[in-house]
């Protein structure tokens, strides 16, 4: 898995750059670790926008990255651009505890930035 970061306006941006599988949840929690406890960040936007598909696995590391996220008072918002991706967030109900937008602006706009 292919992982690029950057911050911008008090919020960090994690882009996932190619497919997500299931060896790469560890990697995922691990590279997220280090932001959690950054008291200057608001936020942190997870950007799928390119992935068309990921594991339970993965999901439940998204459900972990929000619940430890919570405790620090840091906001979470996933990006998906994929219709696919979407209708399986939905189906496990994650739209209804963590912000799922579209794109990074769209998730800024929300997070009010």
């Known amino acids: 898995m292919n992982l690029n970061y950057y911050v911008e306006r008090d919020v960090c941006v994690i882009s996932v750059l190619d497919e ?10 691990n590279y997220v670790k280090p932001f959690k406890e950054n008291t200057a960040l608001r936020g942190i936007i997870l950007d799928f926008g390119e992935l068309n598909f990921i594991t339970s696995t993965g999901l439940g590391a998204i459900m972990q990255i929000y619940k430890e996220l919570e405790v620090h008072h840091i906001e979470l918002a996933v990006c998906v651009g994929h219709t696919k991706l ?15 937008c579209e794109s990074k602006e769209e998730a800024l706009a929300d997070m009010g930035f």
């Not at 997500?20 to 929690?29: A, P, R, S, V």
């Not at 399986?88 to 799922?100: A, S």
């Open 86 to 100: 979407k209708q399986l967030i939905g189906h496990m109900g994650l739209n209804k505890i963590i912000r799922i």
């Open 20 to 29: 997500y599988t299931e060896q790469d949840t560890k990697e995922l929690l």
